[in-house]
């Protein structure tokens, strides 16, 4: 069977970001389906592909996938009319591909929203099956955040919602907030399945070489932060709890940043005002570099900004590398990552915008070490028990494929 897949930012495990898309297609191929990717160009993200753009597309097969790049840049830290359009211009190229290219299923994941759009084609003028994957639940989000506000744009998205959940044959949503959202749309429940992000147990191998960055000590206690330094992370969070652990005289906590984003020069600028020395701003590393640099964390921070959408209708990829690695997990919000980590005792769950319980259950961690270690292995036990992305991604594949019999 020919999957068409469409994700616009799709990388593989060279770049610096999420590669749950690299991981479906490489199931897909063991399953002995041949897979067609086609994506844009992502600030972090690496397709594989070295040759130049011709007419504003190269293509290539990259570790069996064949892949299809257009020639669209996007980054984070663009602004919402820029990204807008990129969205829009990755859209438009792609119902070229849906409506020419040999295909048995089309594929499409979120985000952006404008992934389905190619689908909607699809199914409706070439009668293929379409299975709609939702990573972040819109225009709920960016409304809550109030990054969209005029009231035609949300009814645009609204309906392009609606029209992509009703024309797929099939649903994916990557959180039980996610699948709830699919269902109040009017989808029946038979057609949405909940695969939420895995964990890559063989990239977090326990023979890799640990790391820690410039300004850290052996003896410091250790919580990274991996992944978008953007609005909706709520960053300022553990500005706000380096400052408390100065005022405590905690010199022997230390938090990394690793990442990039739109916020990043403006929170480095208020860590600099403020003379956070605590805070230690790393850019984004490959997924190996990646590993290497958890193995000398002691704890993982899993940060959202303070909104409800988020409480169950996220599922982070950093949350499930933490867990992958063995590392404890902090988490500075309510939902079902927070009732997982209190039900598995595998980390700290505390309430938003508090500085105060932030920095105690750093404390807590840096005074209580010896118990980290078992915090970890009961985080990788769930790991390997509820979220292994072998099983997963078969259950996916599975899913996937489905739609077509």
Partial sequence: ???????????????????RSYEMAQRLLKHNHQVTMVCGSYGGGETGL????????????????????FDLAYSNSDGLVKRAGTFLKFALKSIGIALTHKYDVVFATTTPLTAGIPGIFARWLRGKPFV????????????????????????????????????????????????EGIKKRGVKASKVEIVPNGCDLTIFADEITAWRPDGVADTDLMAVFTGTHGQANGLDAALDAAIELKKRGRDDIKLVLVGQGKLKESLQARAKLEKLDNVIFHPPVNKSKLAELMKGADIGLQLLANIPAFYYGTSPNKFFDYISAGLPVLNNYPGWLAGMINDNNCGYAIEPDNAQAFADALENAADNKESLPEMGQRAQALAKRDFNRHNLADKWVTWVTGAAK
């Avoid at 069977?1 to 590669?19: A, E, V």
């Avoid at 409304?143 to 797929?168: D, F, Q």
Wanted: proline content about 6%; glycine content about 10%.
């Fill in 50 to 69: 070295s040759t130049d753009f011709v007419k504003g597309r190269r293509e290539g097969v990259v570790d069996g996938i064949h892949i299809i790049e």
């Fill in 132 to 179: 709609f994957e939702v990573r972040d639940l819109w225009p709920e989000l960016p409304k809550e955040m109030g990054v969209i506000t005029n009231p035609l744009v949300l009814a645009a998205m609204s309906a392009l919602e609606w029209c992509s959940y009703r024309s797929a044959h099939r649903c994916i949503g990557l959180s039980p907030g996610i699948v």
């Fill in 1 to 19: 069977m020919n999957i068409l897949y469409f994700h616009q930012h799709f990388s593989t495990p060279s770049g610096s970001t999420g590669i």
